[in-house]
């Protein structure tokens, strides 16, 4: 096992309370306090729906992102060792974003890149300045 994981800058398009999302904002942003604190699990490219893997925010380019809004984010997998699918997405490619069995919002990938789990502030601080990319 590695400590390698890719790091991947997505659009993320929320769903609408009314098509199944999310019924509360996520407060998210990009300070220290919330990085990695949402936690949803997405489907990969040519995955069948329900399927999904971990994937946590490190951070999202806004605060209070209300169901039905765009937003953009960075998401570091948790388990690239055990599912290498991860590191074969690609800019344009779309991913599920789950919460439980409901699927809350679709992401595009903008852009992929490497880090660790282990992250410093400086690491964590270039991988949202990609936000602004």
Known sequence: MTDARPAIGVRLALATSEAGGRHTPLLGGNSAEVRMQYRPNWGLPGWPRGD???????GFSRSNIRPGDTTDAVIIPLFADHVPQWWDVAPGDELRMYEGMRIC???VILWTDRTTLALSDDEAARLLNRLDE
Not at 52 to 58: E, F, S, Y
């Open 52 to 58: 999904q893997t971990a994937a946590p925010v490190l």
């Open 105 to 107: 919002g679709r992401a």
